[in-house]
């Protein structure tokens, strides 16, 4: 099915471990994003790239990393993982950063830091 | 600067009631607007979007919207709720001043549809 695939669904870390969470669309968009949402936020930017080859950080970037690894996937690090970034994360694409296009999302990544 | 408002947190209705999900915003621009649907642990659901042609957009399972530039409003409405309309839904607003992505989320709405 097109769209944006995420893994993985669930994840558990333990303070200061570290892991990737992936995305990939196949619609062939141009923009890709990660967002988290916590209860009560809505959804907040992470990081997003607006076409292969560059990212840029959104509102709230600090202890993420990102890579855009081509025009289909768009990678997620944690390098050393905090109690404050327990949240729903989601990726999501568009064709452009042009006003007017809908995103779409993943299903997203449910990650709990102890 | 951009914003946006859902003046409620909660809505509960009953089965084959009216819906209505209110949604203010504020933008320099003229902006898009968008309403998305979430499911329990589901990902997000455009269900329709205003992008400066008619002011009244039709969405996906009956829904719609009416852009009111006067009110800055958007606000959401169905006819008659399912039960499967049970979801939390998100009013977002794009313009070419607002964030790095240009979307700025509402904090969300939660619809709770009664038997």
């Known amino acids: 099915n097109a769209g944006v695939t995420q893994t993985p669904k669930f994840q558990v870390l333990k303070t200061g471990q570290s892991m990737t969470l992936q995305c990939a669309q196949d619609m062939n968009h141009n923009s890709m994003y990660w967002y988290r949402q916590d209860p009560g936020m809505g959804l907040r930017l992470i990081y997003y790239s607006a076409s292969e080859g560059t990212t840029d950080k959104g509102e709230v970037p600090n202890g993420y990393n990102v890579s855009r690894l081509n025009k289909r996937e768009f990678s997620l690090r944690l390098e050393s993982a905090a109690p404050s970034q327990t949240s729903v994360y989601f990726c999501?694409?568009?064709?452009?950063?042009?006003?007017?296009?809908?995103?779409?999302f993943g299903s997203g990544t449910r990650l709990t830091v102890v | 600067a951009q914003s946006v408002t859902q003046l409620d947190s909660h809505v509960s209705v009953s089965e084959g009631t009216p819906v209505l999900l209110r949604c203010n915003y504020s933008s320099s621009y003229s902006p898009s607007l968008f309403w998305y649907v979430q499911h329990p642990n589901k990902g997000l659901q455009l269900l329709l979007k205003y992008t400066s042609a008619a002011t009244l957009v039709k969405g996906i399972n009956g829904f719609e919207a009416e852009f009111k530039k006067s009110e800055t409003s958007f606000h959401l409405t169905k006819p008659s709720a399912h039960m499967s309309d049970a979801a939390e839904y998100f009013c977002v607003v794009s313009d070419p001043g607002g964030g790095a992505d240009g979307l700025t989320f509402g904090k969300g709405t939660h619809l709770i549809i009664q038997p």
């Open positions: 999501a694409s568009t064709p452009g950063r042009e006003v007017g296009y809908g995103y779409t």
